[in-house]
């Protein structure tokens, strides 16, 4: 039995591909797939127990596993009542059945009992993302494959734009080659989906390199998009105690990486904090940090207006010669 969970839709398949290619290597077993979500567990379970007639193993995948999370999630069928029967089987599996169980998490919850029994009884894989230097390498070589041509600085671009998803990744890099395969700067930004937390990364970036004119740029820009000053100020408070907190993290000698992890957050973004905390310490951050808490508490107020500009306050977050 498997467990394979992760964000990355793309990394599960490549985890799922490589456990089938193993154990399935002819396709000659009976495959069959569920989701947890939407098929009865009693009904799998019986599938499982059953000898296959066809083949001599049988192999069986149960997708969107969020039995070993405590997310709620919308079901078409309640398996609640059947995790009892499940454990039952974890203990004495059917010999002739391969079971991979699937769940689309980064975490999962080791408080529950059957996630407990399942870390001890299955093997687990987890779908982690790629390092920045993977992300770059696998840019470039989806690339050479596709006869494409990228200067390097642009696949440096490409990772600082995109999420840390290879499925994203994947989809952007097919959509700008079928455009044409000589990639530049000008195709990467009339061509490649914005996403937000990427705005939002530039916009602290502007504020950690106190860069004024370009905060107010993409402030404005972002707000042309739609969102509220008050949605804007909160997605910059969590960036700012994100990089409060990398400092921090750095200070007690942890790596990049390390960092990453356990904040949940893209390497990238570690890295390219790190280039400016020489300017940015505890104390500033803090300092930002009550600073922006008061423009949100105010606008909230009344005490200042939402159809004012909050470019005045906004001024207050840097250093003006």
Known sequence: MFLIYGEDAFLIKMQKNKILKKINPDNEYDLQEYSYLEDSLLTILNDANTIPLFSEKRIIIINDSYFITEEKIKTKVDNKEYLTH????????????FIIFICPVNNISNRLKITKKMLELT????????????????????????????????INKIVEYLPNNLYIIKNELKKLLLIDKVITDDLIENNMTKYLDT???????????????????????????????????????????FTRDIIVLSALKKTPSQIAEILQIHPFRVKKIAE???????????????????????????IIRKEISSDLYLIKLFDIN
């Open 276 to 302: 400016h905390m020489h300017n940015f310490s505890i104390k500033k951050a803090n300092n930002i940090i009550k600073e922006l808490f008061w423009i949100d508490y105010n606008i909230k107020k009344g």
């Open 199 to 241: 705005d939002i990364f530039k916009l602290v970036d502007d504020l950690l390199k106190n860069d004024l004119n370009n905060f107010l740029i993409n402030y404005h820009y972002l707000q042309e998009r739609g969102l509220s000053s008050i949605a804007l100020l909160a997605l910059i408070t969590n960036s700012v105690i």
């Open 123 to 154: 093997s687990v894989l987890k779908a982690t993302n790629l390092s920045y230097n993977e992300l770059t390498k696998f840019i470039d070589n989806y690339i050479v494959k596709n006869n494409g041509t990228i200067k390097q600085n642009l």
């Open 86 to 97: 499940l454990m039952e089987y974890l203990l004495t599996p059917n010999p002739s059945t």
